[in-house]
């Protein structure tokens, strides 16, 4: 299994959420479930530390959020050979909608309530 860092692993988890994608010039539509997300796998015990992360990754011109999406990548291209990870790292054209190819039904939804 690949070994995200925990706002990467937020954001994916977040994409799995919504197969309909997301525009991540939308980010600040979906802080609160993003917010829930990270206090569930993250052990920083700062709040405000917590919330300041997902602030920079919902603010559009900050580049956050594409330096989590590229680690997301790299992770999965590093573990499985490009052909597979593509179906599990968030893909999308320059300024379309973002989402991750992987069919909804093959994730584990309660896999998620262990980490």
Known sequence: MCLL???GNNRWKNNVHHPEGIF???MFVYKP??????KQL???ENYSEMTDSIEKMCNPLDNSINEKLSRIREAFVKTIAEEYAKFYYVSG???DVKRIRLD???VDYFAWKRL
């Open 5 to 7: 860092i925990y706002l």
């Open 24 to 26: 991540l010039k939308q």
């Open 33 to 38: 479930e993003l917010i829930s997300i990270y």
């Open 42 to 44: 993250s052990y920083r």
């Open 93 to 95: 054209e320059r300024g």
């Open 104 to 106: 909804k039904k093959l």
